[in-house]
């Protein structure tokens, strides 16, 4: 289930809205011209699944979106923890290549099959974090400053949507906004407590 914090971005971050309430979170993302919507979850995936047995299950839903919006490419993303001794240094790896402030020259569009993680959006003087799991189909438009953290242990397997196939750069801007905001770690254990 979806949960959003939205935080200031000053240099000692306060919290203006944590919910899982999807229309509290649609009424949130629409103000800043984010789509989130929702597709069926197919538990048999949410472990992972080989690419082609991901896109298959999923053909429709896909097939509806590309028409749509004109995507060119689709492929799945996914990383589940595994007892080989890399495993923390490919979880670290992974884990960094996108945790620092970017944009991209292309919507960055993800459909959680199963798993989760977290996009940050830097928006207007606040950051929407976005923990979306199984079911969410997340677009941020292009050229929006943003980050994303699949957290410690990361887990998840995730449809990809791209408009050209020229290879996902991240641009860069140096803004170091993303060490003073909670983590993914840190916010879904917030979440946890919440529930509890
Ligand atoms: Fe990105």
Same mark, same amino acid.
């Given at each position: ?29 629409k ?45 799945v ?19 960094e ?6 944009? @991209? =020259? &292309? /919507? ?6 199963? *798993?989760?993680? #977290?996009?940050?959006?830097?928006? !207007? ?20 400053t ?16 791209? @408009? =050209? &196939? /020229? ?6 801007? *140096?803004?170091? #906004?993303?060490?003073?905001?909670? !983590? ?13």
């Amino acid at each position: 289930m979806t949960f959003l914090t939205v935080y200031t971005d000053h240099d000692s971050s306060e919290t203006l809205l944590e919910t899982e309430d999807p229309e509290e979170i649609a009424r949130a993302l629409k103000e800043i011209d984010v789509r989130l919507r929702h597709w069926p979850v197919l538990d048999e995936l949410r472990g992972g699944a080989d690419q082609e047995r991901v896109l298959e299950a999923y053909r429709d839903e896909v097939a509806r979106i590309v028409e749509e919006e004109g995507y060119t490419f689709v492929d799945v993303a996914q990383l589940h923890p595994d007892d080989a001794p890399d495993w923390a240094e490919r979880a670290r790896a992974a884990r960094e290549k996108f945790l620092s402030e970017h944009t @991209h =020259d &292309d /919507d960055e569009v993800r459909f959680f099959v199963g *798993g989760s993680g #977290i996009f940050y959006l830097h928006v !207007d003087g606040r950051v929407h974090a976005i923990l979306c799991e199984a079911g969410d189909l997340l677009s941020v438009p292009k050229d929006t400053t943003h980050w994303f953290d699949m957290g410690t242990d990361p887990e998840f397997t995730a449809i990809r949507f791209f @408009h =050209d &196939d /020229d290879g996902w750069v991240g641009n860069f801007t *140096g803004n170091p #906004i993303a060490s003073r905001i909670p !983590d993914f770690d840190a916010i879904a254990a917030r979440r946890a407590s919440l529930r509890s």
